[in-house]
DNA sequence: ACACCGTATTTGATCGTTCATATCCGCGCA
DNA sequence: TGCGCGGATATGAACGATCAAATACGGTGT
């Protein structure tokens, strides 16, 4: 049943090979300023030879941090896939890693509750820290850590009065920055096409269009699909009113080739009659025909600043004081014509 | 700089509270059958109400395995986005987590060769074992693994003579498949349009449209691109040419906006007078307009076999017999239409 | 020469488990 | 009654590191 698997190379090979014991081996390695420069140099270039590195399930036994922060992989919606998962996992992966830290992927099991996940991880010290995404306003994980009180940070924003340990865009500010540029680029019949689930950052993604419109003077309809199938039906609804709109405003990026689907049967051309815009920036919005106007998130700096604020709470050990908003960048691509 | 980290249950509270000795806690968990009837209720009882679970690092310590997968991502190639990790790696984490193990994401660090990034996870022992994906034919991580004896699964194939632990889809005959299912609807005239990306799983691709071709007596070109920018133009080239090709087959999903864009130009409606036809099934393949048909990967079950001979590995101590072939799924979708 | 001091290094204890082995206990049997 | 046996439980050691405290060392000042 077990094979024999051998052992590596231990903190005391290095010692009796350096002939030190094993504390100045592991100051080389996590305090080097209390080593003479000569013994720091001897021990560093034996420790370089053998290939040393401390055991990660020792180091973190007896220190207590596991260098580790849990990802609770979300659920996959099939109807609405969140492809982002991938550029936000990768953007997380090199936050921690700079910092030190690795990404571990969990997942709710089956016919497991929330809370089990979390507290299988919590209970085994297998991670210092969880990160959550898409949570809802009132989401039974945050509950659950802050309750807890285990440190977590959030992609996305936790109802007020909950810990601030979060990051999210400001996909309002965003959506109002798209549609300036739509007003910039001289429409002023413009139509918003949405998801009708009703999850926060879609809700930010509306208001957003009302406040802008109403700022830049514009006017136009909202309108809702409730699944893949609805998508050209009802963008080609919004484009068959008079009087038509010249944009049409998607609060994602996944209903784009609906979009361009409806456009095209109205006999309209996107880029050229109508303009067509998205949220998230996918990677295939590049590769539409003509290639999507798209607000791009700041996946990086939000990485950065939810490491940051992880850093931060494990240090401190309350959560920081307040969440963080950062700025969506609406990216011009063809999908927007100009009109006279 | 520490806070005060509180540790939580251990396995001599829930002794001290059943009466019993640590071992005997220990077997509750780990060996039941070696526990009398009353003791185990009794004991399991109290681990649960404590909630109490092993501390991961000291068993790992301890018993030497760490429950732990490392996945090395790949680097993302802007140019063509790899949305499919998500999806693939979605699969494997339900996959290990059925066998008890988690996945823990390890980028190769900047500045940093492929090997320091293994051997930074072996030498530190921070996982069992590794998982690759995207694996060049001649790749300098199957190397190293090999030759450092560390256990490791790769998603794709290995060259021949290398140890056998892959997984991989049988791409070959996947698109054999495909050219028949063109067939069957009456397709002759085929075009084969490719990324020139000189990729194993991409010339099996080409390799199975060339022996479709000639089994199911087709005729027909192939062309390839070189980047995003040059899809559209090559993509009419090939439609251009007389006898007009009635189907499109595509390497890989993400041609196909371009395709659909080039078809239209030609005043070609996809699904109608012409068939295009992809491979991967990206999620927002079904979104396009007509839906694409295309080839669906199994990511479940590769994920299962890829466990499994991780699983096999680590308990036998040398790698599978053989690689594994799975079959892809051609998924018939609107986009190809019958030829009389 | 000796006490003193700060720095460099070593030593002993500990983190929480599992492994290997020892002890305990009840029962059948000579 | 005493012995052997096997299953149930307990004990000691070890995994490999870090923490906390003790010791060795080299130089100064008196």
Redesign the interface.
């Known amino acids: ?5 051998p ?3 231990s903190i005391m090979d290095v010692a009796r090979a350096a002939g030190v014991s094993r504390q100045t081996v592991s100051n080389a390695i996590n305090a080097p300023h209390k080593l003479r420069a000569d013994t720091l140099e001897r021990v560093s270039t034996l420790i370089k030879e053998m ?8 180091r ?2 007896r220190s ?3 260098q ?1 922060i849990a990802y609770l ?1 979300p659920e ?1 919606d099939p109807a609405n ?3 982002l ?2 550029g936000f ?2 953007a997380m ?2 936050a921690a ?1 700079d910092a030190g830290y ?6 709710q ?1 089956p016919g497991q509750s929330e809370a089990q996940a979390l ?2 991880i ?5 991670a210092d820290a969880f990160l959550l995404s898409d949570v809802l306003d009132d989401d039974r994980r945050v509950d659950y850590l802050t309750e807890a009180g285990f440190p977590f940070a959030v992609f996305g924003r936790t109802r007020p009065g909950a810990p601030q340990a979060w990051v999210d865009v400001d996909s309002v500010q965003a959506m109002i920055d798209m549609v300036g540029l739509l007003a910039s680029h001289g429409h002023r019949q413009v139509a918003f096409l949405g998801t009708s689930a009703e999850l926060p950052w879609l809700r930010h993604r509306a208001a957003g269009f009302r406040i802008g419109k109403r700022r830049f003077g514009m006017v136009g309809l909202e309108a809702y699909v409730d699944g ?1 199938d609805e ?2 039906a009802v963008a080609r609804g919004l484009l068959d009113r008079l009087p038509r709109p010249s944009a049409l405003v998607l609060d994602d990026d ?1 209903l784009a ?2 979009a ?2 409806a456009a ?1 049967a109205e006999g309209l051309t996107v880029g050229v009659d109508v303009a067509v815009t998205g949220f998230n920036d ?3 919005t ?4 003509p290639p999507l106007t798209t607000v791009r998130l700041p996946l990086r700096r939000i990485a950065d600043a939810l490491v940051n604020r992880l850093l931060q709470t ?4 309350v959560p920081p004081e307040a969440g963080l908003l950062l700025a969506g960048e609406p990216v011009l691509r063809p999908s927007v014509p100009s009109v006279r």
């Open positions: 049943m077990s094979a024999h698997r052992r590596g190379v290939g040393y590195r401390a055991d990660q399930s020792a973190s036994l207590g941090t596991r580790v992989t996959t896939p969140n492809a998962m991938s996992l990768e992966v090199a890693g690795r990404i571990l992927l969990v997942r099991g507290e299988d919590i209970a085994a010290r297998t893949p998508v050209v996944w080739p609906g361009y689907a095209q996918m990677p295939y590049r590769l539409l025909q494990l240090e401190d050990g």
